[in-house]
């Protein structure tokens, strides 16, 4: 095997663990924010759309001023989009 290939390969694995982590955070906020809502007005778990995520991130940070899920959660999406450009740069499609 040659050396893009495997550094393909670990990019490839390092851009699907930052988008579990991301995903895992997001639902962690979710059950957070749930938490303090009642019966009726709950946020589903299912069904991410972008305007979804921003209202998760908005309340999330609106109720819990010092959590930090959301830092966490933006930093795994941020390694899982440098997994993939590098992904990308392994299989010469961009660079």
């Known amino acids: 095997m040659s050396a893009r290939a ?12 930052g988008l579990f982590l991301a995903n895992m ?3 962690m906020m979710i059950g957070e924010i749930n938490r303090k809502r009642q019966g009726g007005s709950l946020v589903s778990y299912f069904g991410f759309t972008f305007p ?31 997994g993939l450009v590098s992904v990308a740069a392994c299989l ?4």
């Open 6 to 17: 495997i550094t393909g390969i670990i990019s490839l694995c390092v851009a699907m663990t």
């Open 25 to 27: 955070f997001l639902t």
């Open 52 to 82: 979804k995520m921003l209202r998760i991130f908005g309340e999330y940070r609106s109720s819990y001023p010092s959590g930090n899920l959301h830092v966490y959660a933006l930093v795994s999406f941020a390694l899982a989009v440098v």
């Open 92 to 95: 010469r499609i961009i660079g």
